[in-house]
C-alpha cells in the first residue's frame, strides 16, 4: 500500500477476545494530527463514542494517537467511563501527550463488563511495536465476524506535491448507519484545518458509509475518524482540497463498499441505483428501503428476479411514489416498466444472478434529477446462523 508519511501502527493480543490473536490495535502521528470524526447517532451510546467526542472537542480537533480493541464494545457497562478514562490516559502518559489527544474506540459484545487491566497490561508492548509497516496489522486487530481485512488507499497529485490518503475499516454485521458505521480510521499526510478536514469527512460519508445496510441495525460504538498531519509539506490550496476531498471520498467509498460485500453470510454484493426523483433525500430514502428489505435480499441470495419485491419495498419508503412512473432494471435486463411486468428470459436472468455482484436500476420517469447509489448484501441462512450465537 502507499501509505501517508508520518504514521505508525501496532497490535497486539491483550485478552480480551476469547481466541487468542490480536485484539488490540493504536494508530499514532509522529506530530500531533488535525482531526474530524462521525459518530453514531444511536441513543445507546458506549463509553469510548463518548469519550472520543470530548476529548476531540476538547483538544480542538488535535489528535496524536487512536486506541481501538475488539472483542468487547464496551457498552452499557457499570464501568465503561472509568476503563476508557484510564486506558487513555495510560497511553497518554507512555506517548508523553494529553489525554485529549488520544482517542478509544471499541467494537464487540454489548453489555459484557471489559476489564481495563487488559488493556492496560498490554500497553508496553502496544508502543513498542509501533511501526510505519504494520498498518494491515491493525486492521486485521479490529475485525470481529468480519471474514476479509478492508483497507483502500490513493495518491492524490496535488499541484505542490503528492499526498497520501489510506483508511481501513471493519463491519459486517449490525450495519445501518446513521453518519458512519462501525469502526473506520482514514489517515493523510497533507496539512488540513479541523474545519476542512470535518467538511471533507461529512461530505465523504454521506457518499459512502451512510450509503450501505447489511441488516437495518445501526451499531452503539460508530466511528469515523479522519487525521492530517501534514507529513507531506503539501498545504493544499481551494481546487487542491476538492481534488483531495474526491480522494478521500473514493477511499472511503471503497472501505463502504468492502464492508457491505463482506456482509454477516452474505455471497453477493448489490448495488442499488435510484434515479429521477425529485430530491437527493428522496432517492436516498427508496434506495435504503430497496437495500433493508429482506424480501429483496432473499431474493437475490437465492438468483430469484422478483422484482415485485422490489417496487413494494420503494413503495414502503414513506416517499410520494407513483409506480405507473417506474422502471426497473435487473442486472442491465428491464423487468417491469411504468409499474408493470415486461417480457424477459427468466433463465436468463436466474444465470445473471448467480454472479458475486448484482445490480438494480430504479427509474421514476419525470422531471425528477436526483440520483444515489447505495450498497447492500443478500440475505442468507448464514446470517442467522452467525447472530444466533454470537456470544458463544
Known sequence: MNLPLGYKYSAVYAGIRK???????LIVSNSPANAAAVFTQNQVT????????????????????????????????????????NTCAALAQRLKVDPEQVLPASTG???????????????????RGLSSDRFEDVARAMLTTDLAVKMADCEAALKEGAVRV???????????????????????????????LQE???GAVNRSYNRISVDGDTSTNDILVLMANG????????????????TIAEVAESLAKQIARDGEGARKLIEIRVSGAEDSH?????????????????????????????????GNSGVDLNPNKVDIEIQGMPVCHEGLAVDFDEAELKKKLDAPECEIRFEIKGKGKAETRFWTCDLTEKYIEINASYRT
Not at 487468542?20 to 490495535?25: I, M, P, Q, S, V
Not at 459484545?109 to 508502543?127: F, Q, S, T, Y
Not at 459486517?172 to 473506520?184: E, K, R, V
Not at 507531506?232 to 474526491?246: F, H, M, Q
Open 200 to 202: 471533507m469527512l461529512d
Open 282 to 314: 428522496t432517492a436516498e430514502r427508496i434506495a435504503r428501503s430497496i437495500a433493508n428489505s429482506p424480501l429483496v435480499k432473499t431474493a437475490i441470495a437465492g438468483s430469484d428476479p422478483n422484482w415485485g419485491r422490489i417496487l413494494s419495498a420503494a
Open 109 to 127: 459484545v454489548i453489555g459484557v463488563e471489559l476489564d481495563e487491566r487488559l488493556i492496560l497490561k498490554a500497553l508496553p508492548r502496544l508502543v
Open 231 to 246: 507529513a507531506s509539506n503539501v498545504n493544499p490550496g481551494k481546487k487542491d482540497r476538492e481534488t483531495l476531498a474526491e
Open 19 to 25: 481466541t487468542e490473536k490480536d485484539d488490540l490495535g
Open 46 to 85: 458506549a463509553a469510548p463514542v463518548k469519550l472520543a467526542r470530548t476529548h476531540l472537542k476538547r483538544s480542538k480537533g488535535i489528535v496524536k494517537a487512536l486506541l481501538i480493541n475488539a472483542g468487547n464494545a464496551n457498552c452499557a457497562t457499570r464501568t465503561g467511563t472509568t476503563v476508557v478514562v
Open 166 to 196: 489510506a483508511g481501513m475499516t471493519k463491519g459486517s454485521g449490525m450495519i445501518q448507519p446513521n453518519m458512519a458505521t462501525t469502526l473506520g480510521f482514514i489517515m493523510t499526510d497533507a496539512d488540513l484545518t479541523p474545519r476542512q
